[in-house]
């Protein structure tokens, strides 16, 4: 009679079992210090959940080690984040600058009258920064950055339905709710990046200043300038032209704009002015100044200094820029 062998073999729904991986135990802790649920940790891990909950307690039974490298790369891109975090110095809040005081005068006109303001000027003078800063301390102001996606007026009007929180945010009743939700509030509707929009789009914006009695205010770069001033060319669309009431421009920042930043990083070295001042004057104007000394802080913390040196700056600009900082910058 022949031997049968008979191959143990798990009951039904039982899963072989494993320690948990020295990673495991580590990926474990992080998540109960933060707070994590297995839900967040698999999406922020990009480990699939079903996956995630069996590999933490050592039930898994595919490729651990992949699981584990994977777990690996995610822990240490949150050190390498938190060392970064250390370093990076604490950017100075919004300053009124002298162009950024202009800029307030056309929102707090606008507003007042109510009318319709236009702000123009290159990327990094500080039109976006003001009317942040003008929304958060100033109640009924609401702000709508245009982009390419906004090819239509029926686009940029239910954009403006979700902003203001109209009653009715799709069909044929939006351009009624909108005006019932705005009309009375003696607000202001910014729309920043106008340049994107069509002169449709324009034309109904300026529709909703009439109807509503709210103020209007159009900020983007030197094309809307000349798109804007060449409707007073074309009889179709002159009204528009027309119905603005106050303009600024501002093609580059202002030597006191430069001065106002630079002295708010705290820098002690005078002599770096030109410098920052030559950067703030390139493509990004003091949105680049302000990103470069950011980076030029980096650097010196790493090397445990509280102020930076031209070097600092030369080498930040080089990093930000793949390009060297030019010898004559701030010395013409």
């Not at 950017?91 to 009318?115: H, M």
């Not at 029926?154 to 339905?161: F, G, I, M, N, Q």
Request: hydrophobic share 35%.
């Amino acid at each position: 009679m022949s031997e049968t062998v008979i191959n143990a073999a798990p009951m039904g729904g039982e899963q072989e079992s494993f320690a948990p991986s020295e990673t495991a135990l580590r990926f474990k802790a992080h998540m109960e210090a933060e707070g994590l649920t297995l839900a967040q940790a698999a999406q922020m891990s990009s480990i699939p959940k079903g996956t995630l909950g069996l590999w933490l307690h050592g039930k898994y039974t595919g490729r651990n080690d992949n699981i584990d490298e994977k777990a690996q790369k995610w822990l240490e891109s949150l050190r390498t984040r938190s060392q970064v975090r250390k370093l990076m110095p604490r950017e100075p809040s919004f300053l009124e600058t002298p162009s950024a005081i202009i800029f307030r005068s056309v929102f707090e006109y606008a507003q007042t009258g109510p009318d319709i303001g236009l702000i123009t000027g290159n990327a990094g003078v500080g039109k976006t920064m003001s009317a942040e800063a003008y929304r958060k301390e100033t109640p009924n102001v609401w702000m709508m950055t245009a982009d390419s996606s906004m090819r239509s007026p029926t686009a940029v009007l239910r954009e403006l339905t979700e902003i203001v929180d109209a009653a009715e945010k799709r069909g044929p009743r939006m351009m009624a709710s909108l005006i019932r939700r705005v009309q009375g509030s003696h607000g202001l509707i910014i729309v920043d990046e106008a340049q994107h929009l069509q002169t449709e789009s324009i034309d109904l914006l300026r529709t909703i200043n009439d109807r509503a009695q709210i103020g209007l205010v159009f900020m983007g770069n030197e094309p809307l300038k000349g798109r804007i001033e060449g409707m007073s060319r074309d009889t179709s669309h002159a009204q528009i032209f027309s119905r603005i009431g106050m303009r600024k421009n501002r093609k580059q920042p202002q030597a006191k704009d430069t001065r106002a930043i630079f002295d708010a990083w705290g820098i002690e070295d005078t002599g770096l002015f030109q410098i920052c001042r030559w950067i703030a004057g390139q493509p990004g104007g003091l949105r680049s100044m302000n990103k470069t000394l950011r980076y030029a802080s980096m650097i010196a913390a790493s090397d445990e200094r509280n102020q930076i040196t031209e070097r600092d700056i030369q080498s930040a600009w080089s990093s930000l820029t793949n390009g060297e900082l030019p010898s004559y910058a701030g010395r013409e």
